[in-house]
Each structure stands twice: as C-alpha cells, then as structure tokens.
Nanobody, 120 residues
Framework: QVQLQESGPGLVKPSQTLSLTCTVS??????????WNWIRQVPGKGLEWVGV???????FYSPYLKSRTSISRDTSKNQFTLQLSSVTPEDTGVYYC????????????WGQGTQVTVSS
C-alpha cells in the first residue's frame, strides 16, 4: 500500500517561501516511470497542477508558477519537497502530493492534503 503524507507550516507570511514535504511509504520515489506531483486547490478554483519530480530526479513546473517553484527530493528519506517563493494570499489553499505513472495525469495515490494560508 502506497501512502503519501504532506507536512509543513500551515501559515506563511506574504513574500516568504512556502515549503512543503511529501513523505512516501510503500514505494520508492526512484521506482521507474513514476512521477511525484504537487497539486493544489485554491478557493473558488479547481485543482491546479503545480509541478512534479520524476523517478530520475527531473523536475517540471506549471508555466504559470515556474518562476517561483522548485521541487527537489531526498532519496535517503524517500521524500520530495515543494518550495514556492514570493507567496501572496492567492497562494492560499490545500496542497496535495500525488503519484502518477509516466505523467499521464491519472493519479493513483494522493496524500490527504495540507492547508496553507498566506497571511500577515
């Protein structure tokens, strides 16, 4: 059974960097052809794909967030981390990590999500 768990601060001040970690159990983040995604849901909008890091360690980002986003991994801990810089209240929402195969968008495992609020 694959499990994903998000962790990180629930409150971030405007202009600061949001940092979230997804800890994976039941599978290795280096397993061939799996992609490890960050997805968010902001109020009044649907799910928004933020970015991904794949089994080989390559990262890809939403073009709308690319200038502010970085995704890295720690294979020794089986974790991957999202950093979103220069946050504004518009970045407030629930952030999820999720797995899919070959970047098809068919996510088979999700974390429970973590609420992040950007506020001074």
């Amino acid at each position: 059974q694959v499990q994903l768990q998000e962790s990180g601060p629930g409150l971030v001040k405007p202009s600061q960097t949001l940092s979230l970690t997804c800890t994976v159990s039941g599978d290795s983040i280096t397993t061939n052809y799996y992609y490890w995604n960050w997805i968010r849901q902001v109020p009044g909008k649907g799910l928004e794909w933020v970015g991904v890091i794949n089994y080989a360690g390559s990262s890809f980002y939403s073009p709308y967030l690319k200038s502010r986003t970085s995704i890295s991994r720690d294979t020794s801990k089986n974790q991957f981390t999202l950093q979103l810089s220069s946050v504004t209240p518009e970045d407030t929402g629930v952030y999820y990590c999720a797995r899919d195969l070959k970047l098809t968008g068919a996510y088979d495992y999700w974390g429970q999500g973590t609420q992040v609020t950007v506020s001074s």
